[in-house]
């Protein structure tokens, strides 16, 4: 058996060495063959390239004929091309072709070509001048028709060689083909022979191969039970992982409510029991129950913060007048041990936030400084401009490159550790001794900063000090003025003539509890239950001043109460409150243009302020401002991703318009007006750039803000971008939430500032 094992061996060996040889002379002549291939396909190149060069001719041509007749300036687009793709064109040819009569034939095409070009150029030169008859002599003289009967026979002369080579080459082929035809059949036939063979070499061993497979089956069952096993024990320890993170948060939120509440039933109960005996001590209670009220809104207020779920009302910042109003104030709130000192860039941008919320996330990093900082120290807050390549912005989550304003927050104090850092920014988190702090403060700061669209960044060494990091977005927009500065306190103002508020609500407890509140201010006071008995009180009261309203209620929502109630009075003012809003007023965390709200809970004294601050504060916003939508302008060659992108910000209330190439989106930005417009960068005939370029030129231009869309970034595709006009640049596939939060961020039509 071992014997005849070792004679079939040594003639398989023998065929294998027969195929190889086969095989090699087969690779041999599919070498050769691609190589003829080669050659005509870089003929056939060259002959396209002719026909290509006349072609375009004749276009700038017809080009140049259009333009005279008509003296339409969009007739010269050809012209422009043929310029730059001719030249390109004969630079193709002459780095493909041989030095001596070759070359010297295509130099002498390539001047007729210049001259008929120059030819062109002159008449519309003199046709824009004016001068029409002599441009028009030039034409009638004859000479481009002269110039173009020479390329015409000077290229053909050379296709016609082309082809004869072309012929020649072809013939290679079909020969070589017949050779490695018959190669490969006697490979074919050899590997038979040897396929017969290696069958009854192998035939024996197949029960063997059969066992193995079994036994490879019972393996891989156990390892997929294995697997299986250990995603379900992954899986258990991401749920006990994500009920910790719940427990601490809910275990946290109970332990300071608890002692908020406590403090709230102990005093009205104290207040309860000494109300007729001992009316000051009564007030003093009642005092300490709201002071401990007050610290559960400021929570929960911080933890809206925190889930980025809190209204805020951007606007333009100089985060350097903002610091300096508030140094003074700083300074007092963090004692003589502290030293403040401030360093201001030049040249600044306006950066896009609330601005009392920024106050309050600045306060926030100081006295966490202060804190670190026991035996005393300096306290350093520093603003510049900042960009945030694509390299880093790829690294963070939901952080889009570009350019934002940064305010750094730096200490000499204790420092935290590399694991301390990695959670700072966890709700109810604290290395502060117990009742030192709730643990919210820069879980507020890290909501607000990221719901305002920017990013906030930990720096920190042990014993050396920390730096907080702060990047908001860049205002595109006009350098308004803004108030940074919050203003001083006022006493609760009453109404001092006859005005009626119609309170809707459909918590009864809260709706009378409001009708007394304005009722004590001296108001008039309708209440309503629904929205539907709203209507009917403004239909039968005609001397309502204010609707104050609720946001969620379970008919319908206070935004569709108020467009109805417009719909009735277009001069009736409309103050919203809520305790957690959904989009209704608030989008994508920004409070839209026109509304005025107050959040709860609230005291008397900022409800009475924020009434009266609407009710004097001017008119109602008219309903096309309500129902503005920011126009949105999207340029893709690539229709499905045009219409995907289109229709997903239609469902988001954007008004949208396409376009496929740039002519047709510089027709339509003169017709659709857009706020915003998104180019992709690959686009035919007139790439992005340059149609970024002559949206910026035009009048409907100047206040757009562009916003470039391609699938490769880069420092180089990032200066050609600010080079063309782009404001910013966005790698594919471009994440919605960043792209709404880069339109909303943006004014309808604002004045760009030099």
């Known amino acids: 058996m071992r014997s005849k094992f070792i004679d079939t061996s040594s003639f398989l060996y023998a065929g294998f060495a027969i195929l190889a040889a086969s095989l090699f002379a087969a690779f041999a002549f599919v070498g050769k063959q691609a190589t003829d291939y080669r050659d005509v396909g870089q003929l056939i190149g060259e002959k396209r390239i002719h026909h290509s060069i006349l072609d375009r001719l004749q276009e700038a041509e017809s080009a140049q004929r259009g333009y005279l007749l008509t003296n339409d300036a969009a007739y010269l687009a050809p012209l422009d091309v043929a310029k730059t793709r001719i030249s390109a064109d004969f630079d193709a040819l ?3 072709s041989e030095p001596g009569e070759e070359r010297n034939a295509l130099e002498m095409l390539r001047a007729l070509a210049n001259e008929k070009l120059a030819e062109m150029a002159k008449t519309v030169e003199l046709q824009a001048a004016g001068r ?28 016609a060689r082309q082809q004869q080579l072309i012929d020649a080459q072809s013939r290679a082929v079909e020969t070589n083909g017949s050779l490695l035809r018959a190669g490969a059949a006697l490979a074919i036939s050899i590997t038979i022979l040897i396929g017969a063979a290696t069958i009854a070499v192998l ?3 197949l029960e063997e191969i059969a066992a193995a497979q079994s036994e490879l089956r019972d393996v891989n069952a156990a390892l997929s039970a294995e697997a299986a096993q250990r995603e379900q024990l992954a899986e258990q320890l991401r749920q006990s992982q994500k009920m910790e993170a719940i427990g601490q948060l809910t275990g946290g939120l109970a332990h300071d409510f608890n002692n908020m509440l406590a403090v709230v039933i102990g005093s009205v109960n104290l207040a309860k029991r000494r109300h007729a005996t001992d009316p000051a001590e009564t007030l003093r209670y009642l005092d ?13 207020h911080r933890l809206l913060a925190f889930s980025r779920r809190q209204p805020l009302a951007p606007e ?21 041990d502290v030293r403040l000192e401030a360093v201001f860039a030049g040249g600044l941008w306006r950066a896009y936030a609330d601005t009392s919320q920024l106050e309050t996330t600045i306060l926030n990093l100081a006295l966490n400084a202060r804190d670190a900082m026991p035996q005393g120290g300096a306290l350093t807050i520093e603003t510049s401009n900042a960009y945030l390549d694509e390299e880093y912005a790829a690294r963070e989550v939901g952080i889009p490159s570009g350019q934002y304003v940064l305010i750094a927050v730096t200490d000499t104090g204790t420092g935290m550790s590399r694991e301390t850092v990695a959670r700072a920014f966890d709700p109810f988190f604290t290395t502060k001794p117990a009742g030192r702090g709730t643990g919210l403060g820069l879980s507020q700061v ?41 203003p001083p306190a006022r006493t609760a103002p009453r109404s001092e003539k006859s005005e009626t508020i119609l309170i809707v609500e459909d918590d009864v407890r809260v709706r009378d509890l409001t009708a007394d509140t304005l009722a004590e201010l001296g108001y008039s006071v309708l209440a309503a239950e629904s929205a539907a008995a709203a209507l009917r009180q403004l239909e039968v009261n005609p001397n309502i001043s204010l609707l104050f309203t609720d946001v969620v209620m379970p008919d319908t929502n206070g935004r569709k109460l108020a467009e ?16 957690y809003t959904p989009n209704a007023v608030v989008h994508n965390g920004v409070l839209d243009p026109g509304v005025e709200l107050i959040v709860k809970p609230y005291s008397i004294d900022r409800l009475a302020r924020k009434v009266r601050d609407v009710l004097d504060g001017g008119r109602a916003a008219p309903p096309e401002t309500k129902t503005s939508r920011r126009k949105v ?4 060659d690539d229709a499905a991703v045009c219409e995907a992108m289109a229709e997903l910000l239609r469902l988001e209330n954007y008004e949208v318009g396409v376009a496929s190439d740039g002519m047709r989106a510089l027709e339509l930005a003169q017709s659709f007006k857009p706020d915003v417009a998104l180019l992709d960068l690959g686009l035919p005939i007139m790439d992005g750039y340059e149609t970024a370029r002559r949206l910026r030129a035009a009048p409907e231009g100047r206040d757009l803000l562009l916003i470039a869309s391609t699938g490769s970034g880069g420092d180089e595709v990032r200066r050609l971008c600010e080079a063309a006009g782009f404001d910013l640049h966005l790698v594919k596939p471009i994440d919605l939430d960043t792209l709404k939060t880069l339109i909303d961020g943006q004014k309808p039509h604002p004045s760009r500032s030099a």
């Open 94 to 96: 002459l780095r493909v």
């Open 633 to 636: 302008m999207i340029v893709d």
């Open 446 to 486: 890290y909501g607000f900063v990221r719901q305002s669209g920017g990013h906030v960044r930990i720096y920190s060494e042990q014993g050396l000090g920390t730096t907080v990091k702060l990047y908001l977005p860049r205002h595109h927009g006009p350098a308004s003025a803004t108030t940074t500065s919050t």
């Open 564 to 579: 109805e109630a417009w719909k009735r009075r277009p001069d009736l003012k409309i103050l919203f409150t809520t305790g």
């Open 203 to 205: 035939r024996g061993r």
């Open 132 to 159: 029409h008859e002599d441009a028009v002599g030039i034409v009638r003289a004859g000479s481009g028709k002269a110039f173009m009967e020479q390329l015409r026979v000077g290229l053909d002369d050379k296709t």
């Open 288 to 300: 300490s129950a709201l002071e401990g009220a007050e610290h559960a809104a400021t929570l929960t």
């Open 316 to 336: 333009p910042i100089d985060p350097n007048k903002m610091v300096s109003s508030m140094a003074e104030m700083l300074r007092r709130t963090l004692g003589e």
